[in-house]
């Protein structure tokens, strides 16, 4: 199938070449009874150039869209539309009692943060110090004599309880050894029997069930209990009157215990009070002698935020004043003594290779716009075709509308890589540095540019209207022996008028120009001699 398609196509060029040659022959050559004039070109060699062309703007070889960074009421400008002004010149300023306001708020607030970094890094003076450690001095030395009390009334409260113990021990002793304590003793044990059987036979008669005053047997018994009652009585006084000086002894004994006991739990709980005074008085001595580095971080951090601030602030109270960027002159200025000036969003775009601005048909919205006039450059928009063929540094030739009389040599500086469509029309932008100045020019002039693309010097060159193409392949008519031959060229650089010619044809060589075939008698024309003839090597 493959080699059946190359057949066709073969077939096809074959049948498109010969049909070519054909018209070739009867539109310019004729037959032999047409009566043909030849127009001759005897080659020779000159300079071929090959030039696009395009139309642009004149732009200042530096812009800048200038803007307050920050907003205010505006209370000077210092020029005007056309001025000339110099890198650094102040050019307009607003009202700056905000930001010097918010600039003294953040110089008092670094303050604060410097005075906090140093308290962290250096907390106390040293009397202050020496204080604190007699603090904790004066505090152990509490704990040491608390402790010292509380185990002395500890020894104390001991020796009286050992002391009440022996004398209760030595009371009961003697009590014990007394015959008349123990003849009480007795006496009030008999009485109680006594009193007892009273009573049962009291219960027995069935006394219980009767009210005072008795009646019958138990009148005897009533009198017999109280009586018993009454020795008992007076025997348990005579009794305890031996044991008062024992009881005595034990209630003091039980005294002087609880004493003791309460002594210690109150000794205790001074003794801990008094360590925890040390223990405060150390850790307060340490807090505050001891570095803490999260401390001092959180402190550095305060402080170099707070520095920024004021950085921040001062550059705010400078930015109050407008300063030229460059040296230029002064295009436009939005806005007038009185009015808010806001921060502006006007930036340049530049043209490609340079500082020089791409021309816009929008204002712009920056309040000064400031331009480089010491050098003109021009900004041409080529078409793809054209952009494709460019590159930097080829020399250009550059005429105005305003200056019809005025031309000036340049060279293409830059050609940009992406294109700008508009109306969807594909442009590429490319960038012209004039190669001097004129006073007639000035900034935004519609300009024409001419950029030699390709260029041969001293080349073997025929017109282009002696050459034609068949399926991709350049011809020329070569006039030999009365006869025109049909010869196949290879071509260099394609300029204007002439074609640069690289094979298939040498110097002096005549070849025809075609025309188209007019009734008369047969001759032949030479251009620029004998007739009509092309000069060789013009």
């Known amino acids: 199938m493959l080699k059946n398609t190359r057949l066709v196509v073969?077939?096809?060029?074959?049948?498109?070449?010969?049909?070519?040659?054909?018209?070739?022959?009867?539109?310019?050559?004729?037959?032999?009874?047409?009566?043909?004039?030849?127009?001759?070109?005897?080659?020779?060699r000159r300079t071929v150039t090959s030039s696009v062309t395009g139309t642009g703007n004149l732009v200042p070889m530096q812009q800048a869209n200038v803007s307050f960074k920050v907003s205010g009421s505006l209370t000077e400008i210092d020029i005007r539309v056309g001025d000339h002004v110099a890198a650094g010149q102040v050019l307009a300023k607003i009202d700056p009692t905000t930001y010097q306001n918010a600039l003294a708020s953040a110089q008092a607030n670094l303050a604060l943060t410097q005075a906090n970094l140093q308290s962290a890094e250096t907390p106390l003076t040293q009397a202050q110090i020496t204080q604190l450690r007699?603090?904790?001095?004066?505090?152990?030395?509490?704990?040491?004599?608390?402790?010292?009390?509380?185990?002395?009334?500890?020894?104390?409260d001991a020796n009286q309880v050992t002391t009440d113990?022996?004398?209760?021990?030595?009371?009961?002793?003697?009590?014990?050894?007394?015959?008349?304590?123990?003849?009480?003793?007795?006496?009030?044990?008999?009485?109680?029997?006594?009193?007892?059987?009273?009573?049962?036979?009291?219960?027995?008669?069935?006394?219980?069930?009767?009210?005072?005053?008795?009646?019958?047997p138990c009148v005897a018994d009533f009198s017999a209990v109280s009586?018993?009652?009454?020795?008992?009585?007076?025997?348990?006084?005579?009794?305890?009157?031996?044991?008062?000086?024992?009881?005595?002894?034990?209630?003091?004994?039980?005294?002087?215990?609880?004493?003791?006991?309460?002594?210690?739990?109150?000794?205790?709980?001074?003794?801990?009070?008094a360590a925890a005074s040390v223990t405060s008085a150390q850790d307060t001595l340490n807090t505050q002698t001891e570095a803490k580095p999260n401390q001092i971080l959180s402190a550095q951090a305060s402080m170099?935020?707070?520095?920024?601030?004021?950085?921040?602030?001062?550059?705010?109270?400078?930015?109050t004043t407008l300063v030229a960027p460059m040296d230029g002159v002064v295009n436009s200025i939005n806005g007038v003594v009185g009015e808010t000036a806001i921060t502006g969003s006007g930036t340049t775009s530049e043209a490609p290779g340079s500082q020089a601005p791409l021309p816009t048909s929008g204002a712009s919205s920056a309040f000064m716009v400031i331009g480089n006039i010491s050098g003109l450059e021009v900004v041409i928009p080529f078409a793809e075709s054209d952009a494709s063929k460019l590159a930097v540094n080829q020399d250009t030739q550059v005429t105005f509308d305003a200056v019809p009389s005025?031309?000036?040599?340049?060279?293409?500086?830059?050609?940009?890589?992406?294109?700008?469509v508009q109306s969807g029309v594909v442009n590429y932008y490319a960038t012209v540095a004039l190669n001097q100045t004129n006073a007639a020019l000035k900034q935004g002039m519609t300009s024409n540019a001419t950029?030699?693309?390709?260029?041969?010097?001293?080349?073997?060159?025929?017109?282009?209207?002696?050459?034609?193409?068949?399926?991709?392949?350049?011809?020329?008519?070569?006039?030999?022996?009365?006869?025109?031959?049909?010869?196949?060229?290879?071509?260099?650089?394609?300029?204007?008028?002439?074609?640069?010619?690289?094979?298939?044809?040498s110097e002096g060589a005549e070849v025809v120009i075609p025309t188209l075939r007019v009734s008369g008698s047969g001759g032949t024309n030479r251009f620029n001699g004998g007739g009509v003839r092309i000069g060789g090597g013009g």
């Open 304 to 319: 170099a935020s707070a520095q920024v601030a004021v950085q921040t602030a001062q550059q705010n109270v400078t930015n």
């Open 10 to 44: 073969a077939a096809l060029a074959a049948i498109a070449l010969v049909l070519g040659g054909l018209i070739y022959r009867d539109v310019f050559v004729g037959t032999k009874n047409a009566g043909t004039t030849l127009n001759l070109y005897s080659v020779g």
């Open 134 to 156: 007699n603090n904790l001095a004066n505090a152990q030395q509490q704990y040491n004599d608390t402790v010292a009390q509380v185990n002395l009334t500890n020894t104390q």
């Open 227 to 273: 009586s018993d009652q009454t020795k008992v009585n007076s025997d348990q006084v005579a009794v305890n009157g031996y044991a008062t000086q024992v009881n005595a002894d034990q209630a003091k004994l039980n005294l002087d215990t609880v004493k003791q006991q309460t002594d210690k739990t109150s000794g205790q709980r001074s003794i801990n009070s």
């Open 165 to 216: 113990q022996n004398q209760l021990t030595a009371d009961q002793q003697a009590l014990t050894f007394n015959s008349a304590y123990q003849a009480a003793k007795q006496t009030l044990t008999s009485d109680q029997a006594t009193l007892q059987t009273a009573i049962n036979q009291f219960q027995a008669d069935g006394c219980n069930s009767q009210t005072y005053p008795y009646s019958g």
């Open 406 to 420: 005025l031309t000036i040599s340049g060279h293409v500086v830059a050609v940009a890589s992406a294109a700008i």
């Open 451 to 505: 950029v030699t693309v390709s260029k041969a010097t001293n080349a073997v060159v025929v017109p282009n209207l002696a050459i034609t193409r068949l399926a991709g392949q350049a011809y020329v008519n070569v006039y030999v022996g009365g006869k025109e031959v049909q010869t196949a060229i290879q071509t260099g650089v394609v300029g204007d008028q002439f074609t640069e010619i690289t094979g298939g044809l």
